[in-house]
């Protein structure tokens, strides 16, 4: 087994942060999905659940960018 991971080269931040790219993505999903349904159930609330569905894809959003730029800070 060693054998074959001797045998690895290359920059693996890449497929790291492609691996990493998947949690904020199905959250990203998941916010928006969960804000369409919360306007279905009350229209009423528009204001208000959009303005925290928007905060959550910042934050969720930040998170591949932090991602994306740690790859590039620890490349060796």
Not at 7 to 21: E, H, K, R
Not at 23 to 32: A, K, L, R, S, W
Not at 35 to 42: D, E, L, M, P
Request: aromatic share 10%.
């Amino acid at each position: 087994m060693s054998g074959v991971l001797a045998q690895v080269t290359g920059d693996l931040g890449s497929i790291g942060y492609g691996l990493a790219a998947i949690g904020p993505g199905v959250g990203i999903g998941i916010i928006f999905g969960q804000g369409v349904q919360a306007i279905a159930r009350q229209p009423e609330a528009y204001g208000l659940i959009r303005q925290n569905m928007i905060l959550g894809f910042v934050f969720a959003e930040a998170l591949a960018l932090i991602g994306v730029a740690l790859a590039f800070a620890f490349r060796g």
